[in-house]
């Protein structure tokens, strides 16, 4: 199951990385550039990417919503 929303889902396939720390790094990196909701977003974001083991990050299938 996947644990997150489709604009969570956007959000990681805009900072897309091979592993979970690769990710959550370039997200870190944007925050001061993001508006509150935006912010609020990745924080969540952030915290449920680390909350996955790394098999569990690497089964993501992390395609934009327009793609699908």
Avoid at 41 to 54: E, I, M, Q
Wanted: charged content about 30%; proline content about 4%.
């Amino acid at each position: 199951m996947n644990p997150f929303t489709v604009e969570e889902m956007n959000l990681l396939s805009i900072y897309r990385g091979e592993t979970k720390e690769e990710v959550t790094e370039k997200i870190a990196f944007a925050l001061s550039f993001m508006d509150p909701d935006m912010r609020e977003l990745a924080k969540r974001t952030v915290k449920k990417v680390n909350s996955l083991s790394d098999q569990e990050f690497a089964a993501l299938s992390i395609d934009p919503a327009d793609e699908i």
